[in-house]
């Protein structure tokens, strides 16, 4: 985050890192961001001194606003996108979707970024963050299954990664439902069958259960109908 407000524009004052005082680190800012992981979120922000003016902001996608702790000026930014380092991920978070919540701040914060927000309650902040991990996180759990299950047949990976690419096109144009194709999409039990015998018995479960999930897909495609 630290890279991209940079390369927007904002004076970034040097990041802190673990093990470093934090306790007069919102002063003299305007903007306060504590990237931790969620579960020292709340440690590292007690530790910081109330500053009056300064907005304290956390990057954890599960946590509300209370874990903030006294801050007068509290708000959350949380990016939905996947950051696997620092050169990639201050690329990709201009013109990226963010969840916010809190002060208006940090809707600045990502209009300088050229993003696109949405605000999320703290109520909500739980299953929003398991709608985004679903859609990131347990797609590479996926596609790892579908690079496992090919290698037995000697399918490269990068066959597949085409397949989703266009994939992902589909479901962007069209949703879920009307991008669903393949055998589970035609009521094709036969197929569904041979491809579970095929496979290593480790990759089952989760196979059926990503089926139960097509035929969800299915199921609601017949009712908007």
């Known amino acids: ?3 991209a407000l940079a390369a927007a524009g904002w004076r970034v004052e040097a990041p802190l890192g673990r ?22 979120v709340a440690e590292v922000a007690a530790a ?13 996608g599960s946590l509300g606003l209370d874990v903030l702790g006294s801050h007068l000026r509290r708000a959350s930014i949380h990016p939905l996108v996947a950051l696997p380092n620092p050169k990639l991920g201050a690329e990709r978070l201009r013109g990226g979707w963010f969840a916010l919540a809190g002060d208006a701040l940090v809707r600045t914060a990502v209009d300088d970024l050229g993003g696109q927000w949405f605000t999320v309650t703290d109520e909500d902040r ?8 679903i859609a990131s996180n347990h797609l590479v759990a996926l596609l790892g299954q579908a690079e496992r299950v090919g290698a037995t047949a000697g399918v490269p990976r990068e066959a597949f990664v085409e397949l989703v690419r266009a994939t992902v096109e589909n479901v962007a144009t069209l949703g879920p439902a009307a991008a669903l194709t393949g055998p589970a999409a035609r ?5 569904l069958e041979r491809h579970r015998a095929a496979i290593d018995p480790s990759e089952v479960v989760a196979y059926d259960a990503m089926v139960d999930l097509a035929r969800r897909l299915v199921a609601e495609r017949v009712e908007a109908r």
């Open 19 to 40: 093990g470093e005082v934090v306790g007069d680190a919102a002063a003299g800012v305007d903007l306060l961001v504590i990237a931790t992981p969620d579960a020292v």
């Open 48 to 60: 910081v001194e109330p500053v009056a003016g300064t907005v304290v902001a956390h990057m954890a």
């Open 1 to 3: 985050m630290s890279r």
């Open 187 to 191: 009521g094709d039990s036969e197929t």
């Open 126 to 133: 739980a299953a929003y963050h398991a709608a985004a991990c």
